[in-house]
């Protein structure tokens, strides 16, 4: 069964760091696009960033240049780096895995999601 398990929310400054990160149980890692999300009330859940099986990321705009993803393999586990945390970065941030059967669906996997809070 895949469980993904998300930790590292909390309560922060503006300006300051915070790092997210999330485990993956179940034999899906490898193969599998791992990607953060965000969502606030009353809004869609927005993609920040993701990072392919192979390494390649991709960024929204919002957080370019202020938040990484990365990924360790070996200990099946994806992060996300974030710096220069700003109010409007506050929400409840999601892990998500994302991969295609050989048969060629799509499946999505999520995590329960894990609060951050920018605030002085």
């Known amino acids: 069964q895949v469980q993904l398990v998300e930790s590292g929310g909390g309560l922060v400054q503006p300006g300051g760091s915070l790092r997210l990160s999330c485990r993956v149980a179940g034999n899906i890692f490898s193969t599998s696009t791992m990607a953060w999300y965000r969502q606030v009330p009353g809004k869609q859940r927005e993609l920040l960033a993701e990072i392919s099986s192979g390494g390649n990321r991709n960024y929204a705009d919002s957080v370019k240049d202020r938040f990484t993803i990365s990924r360790d393999n070996g200990e099946r586990t994806v992060n996300l780096q974030m710096n220069s945390l700003k109010p409007e970065d506050t929400a409840v941030y999601y892990c998500?895995?994302?991969?295609?059967?050989?048969?060629?669906?799509?499946?999505?996997?999520w995590g329960q999601g894990t609060r951050v809070t920018v605030s002085s």
């Open positions: 998500n895995a994302r991969r295609r059967t050989a048969g060629g669906t799509s499946l999505n996997y």
